[in-house]
């Protein structure tokens, strides 16, 4: 199973901006589709970003306008550009890679949007 690192979270203030990244530990090209997804505290886990094979792309309603997931095949990376960030995004945020019989997920990053 591919196995998934993210990286790029910290503490950034309201307004500003982060980027995820996610690296695979093999090739992405074949997967159904690559994702990331956020749990904050007390809540449930809740898509943010999909990208398909195909490259059609899904985002949560929360994130609409202020994200964007991309993903590079040769580099076996997935991204997530995050811009006018909120308290609100702030949570783990995890990546998932889906293949035809399982789901792999990331160990999570912390995102915290504070002043």
């Known amino acids: 199973q591919v196995q998934l690192v993210e990286s790029g979270g910290g503490l950034v203030q309201p307004g500003g901006s982060l980027r995820l990244s996610c690296a695979a530990s093999a090739s992405i090209f074949s997967l159904n589709a690559m994702g990331w997804y956020r749990q904050a505290p007390g809540k449930q886990r809740e898509l943010v970003a999909t990208?398909?094979?195909?490259?059609?792309?899904n985002y949560g309603d929360s994130v609409k306008g202020r994200f964007t997931i991309s993903r590079d095949n040769a580099k076996n990376t997935v991204y997530l550009q995050m811009n006018s960030l909120k308290p609100e995004d702030t949570a783990v945020y995890y990546c998932?890679?889906?293949?035809?019989?399982?789901?792999?997920w990331g160990q999570g990053a912390q995102v915290t949007v504070s002043s």
């Open positions: 990208v398909s094979r195909g490259g059609t792309i």
């Open positions: 998932a890679a889906v293949g035809l019989l399982s789901t792999a």
